[in-house]
């Protein structure tokens, strides 16, 4: 079974950075694709970005892209989502998931087999 253990979310002004990391254990990393939602206060899930860590293949949100980056390392098993230039409307809870069957359509999609436990990030005007 897949454990993902997310971290990194904090309170940051408009305009600045916040690095979230993924931690896995309990599967072969090089076959997930994996990746962050997040649910902002009295709203829906949002699909934000995700990777294919075996191909490095990703996709993100039309919201992010150019703000959000999306990287794995496969030492450490650890899955990171660089985000810059954030903007209030970013302010939501974060969560990792992840995907077994190498479909990163799943993921985009709103299906994943396994989230873990997600982190607040706030972003102030």
């Known amino acids: 079974e897949v454990q993902l253990q997310a971290s990194g979310g904090g309170l940051v002004q408009a305009g600045g950075s916040l690095r979230l990391s993924c931690a896995v254990s309990g599967f072969n990393f090089e076959d997930l694709c994996i990746g962050w939602f997040r649910q902002a206060p009295g709203k829906g899930q949002e699909a934000v970005s995700f990777?294919?860590?075996?191909?490095?293949?990703?996709w993100d949100a039309d919201s992010v892209v150019g703000r959000f980056t999306i990287s794995s390392d496969s030492a450490k098993k650890t899955v990171y989502l660089q985000m810059n230039h954030l903007k209030p409307e970013d302010t939501a809870v974060y969560y990792c998931?992840?995907?077994?069957?190498?479909?990163?359509?799943?993921?985009?999609?709103?299906?994943?087999?396994?989230r873990g436990q997600g982190t607040l990030v706030t972003v102030s005007s």
């Open positions: 990777i294919r860590v075996r191909d490095g293949g990703t």
């Open positions: 998931a992840a995907e077994t069957r190498g479909f990163l359509h799943r993921l985009w999609r709103g299906r994943y087999d396994y």
